[in-house]
């Protein structure tokens, strides 16, 4: 049984597809569930986000529970409380904790102390909550996940690895492409136009992650050349979805035709957030 959801490795091929269906159920009737009745979560943010934390908040409250939402600066983490310390204190008033901050170590921590389900709602290394929407998009799009192939073109980032954890338990092909000063480590990378043939799904994220910004400019320059554009687009699948995260930046990583046109699946990404993290919030939680 998974207790914590820190890389999304700790799910079963059988569970992870189980959120997936789940979610979908959710999606179709969405205050169906009250799960998390009497319980209590805490969302520590240490960077920005508007899905994660309006997904989960929101998520949190359609299962009937509380959310304690904290944002950087409010938690005595900022004024060098251990994240172990932080750990034991939550566990005591809540039912799980999600945590978004730089280091994945610090994540690892949290969990290692915590004798609460924990979350992690993005670190440097891992996005694994993106991940299982994801899946949970082209599950909805494709009807199946069974042979699908999803290419991610850009930078080797902490989606690009949860896209590669996601996909591998969920059954899906992915290819990466990435310039070799941004891969991933032991991750083959191709060419872009070799990784969109016949892809299901041509999939891209930011240049410049968050702490990533005083390598903005080599960034740039390094990934000028894995742009999902329509010309890239064009060489996938007749069907292919433009994937992206978000937040995006229209005209750099993906240009505005493609992110704004007819076979962008950015938007709905976002909202199967919500109801990935409720099926999650469920297996995690629920009784
Ligand atoms: N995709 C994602 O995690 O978005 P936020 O940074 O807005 O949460
Ligand atoms: N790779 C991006 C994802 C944001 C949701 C970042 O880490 O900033």
Redesign the pocket.
Same mark, same amino acid.
């Given at each position: 049984m998974i207790t914590h959801f820190l890389t999304g490795e700790e799910l079963t091929a059988e569970e992870l597809r189980g959120v997936i269906e789940r979610a979908l159920e959710l999606k179709a009737d969405r205050l169906s569930s009250r799960a998390l009745e009497g319980k209590s979560v805490a969302l520590v943010f240490e960077k920005p986000s508007t899905r994660t934390r309006v997904s989960f908040e929101t998520g949190v409250h359609e299962l009937g529970g509380h959310a304690v939402v904290l944002r950087e600066g409010e938690l005595q983490l900022a004024r060098g409380e251990s994240p172990r310390d932080t750990a034991l204190v939550l566990s005591r008033m809540v039912h799980a904790i999600g945590i978004r901050t730089g280091p994945h170590e610090v994540v690892v921590e949290v969990a290692e102390h915590a004798s609460v389900p924990v979350i992690n709602l @993005?670190t440097?290394d891992h996005?694994p909550c993106?991940g299982l929407a994801d899946m949970t998009t082209l599950r909805e799009r494709f009807g199946t996940l069974d042979g699908l192939k999803l290419a991610y073109v850009g #930078?080797g =980032? =902490? $989606?690009a690895r949860s896209l590669l954890v996601a996909g591998a338990l969920a059954g899906v092909d992915v290819a990466v492409a990435s310039p070799p000063e941004l891969s991933l480590p032991g991750v083959p990378v191709v060419e872009p136009t070799e990784a969109v043939r016949g892809a299901h799904a041509v999939y891209t #994220? $930011?240049w410049v992650?968050?702490g990533d910004e005083e390598d903005a400019a080599r960034r740039r320059a390094l990934l000028a050349p894995y742009r999902l554009d329509d010309e890239l687009l064009q060489r996938a699948r007749p069907d292919a979805l433009a994937m992206h995260? @978000?937040?995006a930046h229209p005209g750099e990583e993906i240009s505005a035709a493609v992110l704004y046109g007819e076979r962008s699946a950015a938007w709905v990404q976002a909202e199967n957030r919500l109801h990935a993290q409720k099926a999650l919030l469920e297996l995690l939680l629920g009784s």
């Open positions: @993005l440097r996005h993106q #930078d =980032n =902490n $989606v #994220d $930011v992650s968050m995260c @978000l937040p």
